[in-house]
């Protein structure tokens, strides 16, 4: 073989391996690429606390599609007996949720007893299961509702009742606009 076959040889190596590293790059850019745009379009099924003070502070469970595609919810468990809580003994919070299917940005909202809640020293955990068109999901989460009882929220209130009920709800929606 002549040095100029060698240089050719060379060069057919040298592009072979630079396509071959081009490809790797490409697909690893591609699977990349694909997961970002799932994160991001998936849905996000979050169930957490809220705490809303108009008169007397009460305590709700809010499940809420925070993601940007809905989801069928499959599984929803809850470590204790959530009828405990309930306002009415019939009625178990969330219990026939499973099967519900949950747009973007639509949630579903529970009132819970916040008296008998926060008696013990308890802290909710929910596992959750939801499938949207072609994966299926699972998180937990965790409430700890002596969190809740550490915030303070002084109000303001007027002299006659009504308004202090007022009062009470308009400077609750100023606190939710912060």
């Known amino acids: 073989m002549t040095t100029s076959d060698w240089i050719e040889i060379l060069g057919i190596i040298t592009s072979l391996i630079t396509s071959i590293i081009a490809i790797i790059i490409s697909v690893k850019t591609l ?6 745009i799932e994160e991001s379009t998936r849905p996000y ?3 957490c606390g809220k705490v809303i003070n108009c008169q007397d502070p009460t305590f709700y469970l809010v499940l809420k599609n925070y993601g940007s595609s809905g989801a069928t919810i499959t599984s929803f468990k809850c470590n ?4 405990k809580y309930s306002y009415s003994k019939s009625h178990i919070p969330f219990e026939h949720i499973a099967g519900t299917f949950v747009a973007p940005n639509q949630s579903f909202v529970t009132a ?9 020293d308890l802290e909710l955990k929910f596992d959750i299961t939801y499938k949207n068109s072609d994966k299926e999901y699972s998180d937990s989460f965790n409430i700890n509702l002596s969190s809740y ?7 303001a209130a007027t002299d006659n009742k009504e308004l202090k009920i007022i009062s009470y709800a308009l400077q609750d929606l100023v606190e939710k606009q912060l």
Do not use: A
């Open 45 to 47: 099924i979050v169930v």
């Open 80 to 83: 204790c007996d959530l009828s």
């Open 149 to 155: 009882t550490d915030l303070i929220q002084p109000k």
């Open 112 to 120: 819970l007893l916040k008296n008998e809640l926060f008696k013990n």
């Open 31 to 36: 699977q990349q690429n694909n997961k970002m």
